[in-house]
């Protein structure tokens, strides 16, 4: 067989052929569906004569093709490989093809599948060509009008894109129902779902008065985990009209849910489909964490109806052109409905750790990759995270009203439209007066980049200069990088605490500035400080960048208390905790006695005693670096001695302060009934971070107050963390039963046994990996449900490292076995639970060793085109 061959954008050309429009009818059946197609098409007026049709298809049983009535003998036309040529076209023509899929063989879950009972469809990006022979690209728009046909018994819910304009019965216990789509959209916004489904209804009124019918479509036992996700939608709904000006266009809006996808949601025309995971939300089953997760979800699929339905990508390069945006709204949405400033930690504690990794390793690639092999691969943090990291330096850049504008004229130029990243950016420019260009590297440049500052106090001339270096650490495929711009946003401290104003040049004074990094190196000066001052630098994370500057741990404590900046105070707790882990981790190196820094129990103890004016925040300010997060600042990465000092310093801390954690835990306990609000959240939040430590002195009572958490059983994000506690303490006779209790409980509801398989492979003891095995024969475990897989492999490869990273190698080989399996099953799953084996880079010799022979074992097999893309990329 041929190597798959990458595609370049410097290749792109424009389609030849127009789609005036699309009619489709599918008689379904699991094993034999029959997918007609009528495609009106029509010659680009600037495309040749001669041009041929291309059309693409993947795994269809063609029964009939014809032009315009006439079927076509099988030397008018050519199949190689996904490609499908005529190469003589009328100018206007209708292209009749008849084909036959089998949906209940599909496990990739891309194209018509069936979950459980229903049978549904994920097509972004290439899946429609598993459905029928199409110009499947998302430059070519069409209105579509579908019909479905089905079992009246079996199928009793037909639903596809648009309004329903006709339903009827047929012969032999079948009917139909045939849905018409006005608004133009390419095949990856295409969607169908049959089956037995129960429906929610709601409504919403839009700002210009027209009425919305909200449906949403779930099986039967589910119906009591609806209510959050149908309000999220119309929280979701208003903002978009307040923040952006966005009304819905459609008269019905609909969201189903299904057990088996690939990702969380996707946002079809009119038709969202959403992983259950990501929208079933009910207090008895599902965490905090969770409901705020599906609000985000639910909210980030309906903005996607303008901010990539209504305008769309030219091409998969442009991905990050919907999702960055798609992302940036989401976010900012929730930050509204939440808590602020955790939403920001929250993001950025993603993105440092796990997007920064993903930048640093063999894949990394730039926002806008300029070439791929299998363009799945690349719905990754970077084109999500990075992508909205950059469209919030654009906005801050011009500030919130320019953008509001820039925005407005982007969706009212480009509507109905296929575009470019350049397009969105130049929309930008254009209301700011600014020049973008040099910003634009953002796009095409991959890699963290590097800050380097320095500061300078000159105390006779009553100056403070800071020098700050940039510079982007070569990526595969770009070893020589440019300088980007960069907005720092920065302040000065006194040493009382209060914030400096500060004077640049041709700017009113404030306490807070904005510095334009654009070249290598640049220094400012900042004129009439008194006494040597504490930089605040890169507030409210001002650019995606690693951030270095030598504070010194009393200085981190000083911004920890005073800073102005909510983000800088936890991020200087985090850099105080940072340096003093890092610090017992050379002791252990050592083979010294750990010794945690005072000066951090002091800072703690400082937060725990403060009135507690932002609970939410604080909560995250207790919590530690993670181990992900710690193993991002070495060079090689040593995993026992992170999860060691870690360890050792929760110890620590957990001795010195316990009176206060105690009185912590106690102060917030709740006393309403549970509620998903932003002052509930940080209270359990508070609460449970204080049991953590508690039990961390080994103190037996405390067990004994999770277990008493536990079994008071009154909501999900409780009874989770107490579960979490027991299961990963030492006592068996405590983790055992509640492992056994809660496992009996929730034995009929997947997506809770996915947390109790979640909280098991997480056990640091080393039995965690033998549990991991153990439960992969468990009858809830699923090799072809992607939701287990994330629960059990997953959780473990990401959240465990100490034991995936076993020195006999026994985790690689586990992942290594698990991605195999899943290379025949679902290359889009394998090609991404395969990450944490392509980072062998990182570690000691020994362990890269294992690694890499893990991935040279995955190499040998037969690969599918996603595993061959990150495999070769790993091996490089
Ligand atoms: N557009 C969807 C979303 O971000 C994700 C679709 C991902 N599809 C895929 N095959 N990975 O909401
Ligand atoms: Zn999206």
Redo the contacts with the bound molecule.
């Keep these: 067989m041929a190597e798959p061959q990458a595609i370049y954008l410097h290749d792109y050309q424009p389609p030849a052929y127009r789609l005036e429009r699309t009619e489709l009818t599918f008689d379904l059946n699991e094993k034999a569906t029959r997918v007609r197609a009528r495609l009106h098409l029509q010659r680009h007026p600037e495309a040749e004569a001669q041009a041929p049709l291309v059309l693409w298809g993947c795994e269809l049983g063609l029964e009939r093709i014809a032009i315009d009535g006439q079927p076509l003998l099988e030397s008018e036309y050519r199949i190689e490989g996904e490609t499908l040529t005529v190469e003589r076209v009328p100018e206007r023509f209708l292209l009749d093809t008849e084909v036959v899929i089998e949906p209940a063989a599909n496990t990739a879950l891309?194209g018509l599948y069936v979950s459980g009972p229903i049978f549904c469809t994920?097509c972004?990006?290439?899946?429609f060509r598993r459905i029928t022979w199409y110009p499947d690209r998302p430059d070519v728009l069409a209105p579509f009008t579908t019909t479905v046909i089905g079992d009246r018994d079996r199928e009793p819910v037909l639903l596809s894109n648009g309004n329903p304009v006709e339903r009827g019965e047929l012969p032999g216990n079948r009917h139909f129902v045939s849905w018409q789509d006005p608004h133009p959209k390419p095949a990856?916004l295409f969607a169908l779902v049959a089956g037995k489904l129960d429906c929610v209804r709601d409504s919403f009124t839009t700002a210009s008065g027209r009425e919305v019918a909200l449906e949403l479509w779930v099986e039967e036992e589910n119906l009591h985990k609806t209510e959050w996700a149908m309000a999220s939608l119309k929280r979701a709904m208003r903002w978009d009209e307040q923040s952006y000006g966005r009304e819905y266009d459609l008269d019905l809006f609909m969201i189903v849910a299904v057990n088996d996808f690939?990702?969380?949601?996707?946002?079809n025309k009119g038709l969202n489909i959403f992983n259950s995971a990501a929208v079933l939300a009910n207090p008895q089953t599902t965490t905090d964490a969770a409901f705020q997760r599906i609000e985000g979800?639910v909210a980030?699929?309906y903005f996607?109806n303008w901010s990539?339905n209504r305008v769309t990508c030219r091409d998969w390069f442009q991905l990050a052109l919907?999702?960055g945006f798609?992302?940036f709204r989401d976010q900012t949405f929730s930050a509204d409905t939440n808590s602020a400033p955790v939403k920001r930690i929250e993001d950025v504690a993603l993105l440092r750790t796990l997007q920064f990794a993903e930048d640093a390793g063999p894949t990394a690639h730039p926002v806008r990759p300029d070439h791929f092999i299998e363009?799945?691969n690349f719905?990754t943090l970077t084109i999500?995270e990075k992508g909205a990291e950059i469209v919030r330096m654009l906005r801050n850049l011009i500030g919130a009203e320019t953008f509001r504008r820039g925005s407005d004229r982007y969706f009212e130029r480009f509507d109905g439209q296929a575009v470019r990243v350049e397009d969105f950016v130049d929309v930008m420019a254009e209301v700011s007066g600014l020049d973008l260009g040099l910003f634009m590297r953002w796009y095409s440049q991959a890699g963290t980049p590097q800050l380097d500052c320095r500061g300078e106090y000159d105390e006779a001339g009553q100056r403070f200069t800071l020098t700050v270096r940039q510079h982007t650490p070569p990526t595969p495929g770009q070893p020589d990088k440019l300088p980007l711009h960069i907005p720092l946003r920065m302040g000065l401290l006194g040493d009382d605490g209060t914030p400096l104003t500060l004077s640049v040049d041709g700017e009113t004074p404030g306490t807070d500035t904005v510095l334009h990094l654009t070249e290598a190196e640049q220094q400012w000066t900042f004129e009439g400080i008194e006494r040597a001052p504490v930089p605040s630098l890169l507030r409210g994370f001002s650019a995606p960048v690693r951030l270095d500057y030598p504070w010194s741990r009393d200085e981190l404590a000083h911004l920890m208390r005073f800073d102005e900046d909510g983000f800088n105070r936890w991020d200087a707790t985090q850099r105080l905790a940072l340096t003093a882990i890092e610090e017992m981790m050379t002791a252990h190196a050592a083979g010294e006695t750990m010794h945690l820094d005072a000066r951090l129990i002091d800072a703690f103890r400082y937060l725990l005693n403060q009135p507690a004016d932002d609970r939410a925040v604080l909560a995250e300010m207790l919590r530690l670096p993670s181990e992900a997060w710690i193993a991002e600042q070495q060079s090689q990465v040593d995993v026992d001695a992170i999860h060691a000092a870690r360890r050792a310093a929760i110890e620590q801390l957990a001795d010195s302060l316990y009176a206060d954690f105690e009185r912590v835990y106690h102060a917030n306990q709740s006393t309403a009934g549970y509620a998903p609000t932003p002052e509930q959240i940080a209270a359990r939040s508070l609460k449970n971070i204080a049991l953590s430590y508690l039990t961390a002195s080994g103190e037996p009572e405390t067990l004994a107050m999770a277990k008493a958490q536990f079994e008071a059983d009154d909501n999900m994000t409780d009874v989770r963390a107490a579960l979490t506690l027991l299961a990963h303490s030492d006592r068996a006779d405590l983790g055992d039963p509640a492992i056994r209790a809660f496992g009996e409980r929730w034995s009929h509801d997947a997506l809770v046994m996915d947390q109790w398989f979640a909280t098991q492979v997480t056990r640091p003891q080393p039995d965690a990996l033998e549990r991991v095995r153990f439960l992969m024969q468990h009858p809830a475990f699923s090799i072809k449900n992607p939701n287990r897989v994330r629960a059990l492999i997953g959780t473990f490869t990401r959240d465990n490292r100490v034991n995936f990273h076993r020195r006999d190698g026994a985790g690689y080989r586990l992942l290594a076995d698990v991605v195999i399996e899943l290379n025949r099953l679902n290359p889009?799953i394998a090609a991404r639970m395969i990450a944490p084996l392509t980072r062998f880079r990182r570690f000691d010799e020994a362990r890269a060793a294992l690694m890499r022979g893990e991935l040279e074992r995955i190499r040998a097999e037969k690969l599918s085109r996603n595993l061959h893309e990150v495999v070769e990329k790993a091996l490089a």
């Design positions: 891309e994920q972004e990006p290439e899946g990856y690939n990702m969380g949601a996707m946002e979800i980030h699929e996607h990539g919907k999702e798609t992302v363009i799945s719905y999500y889009e």
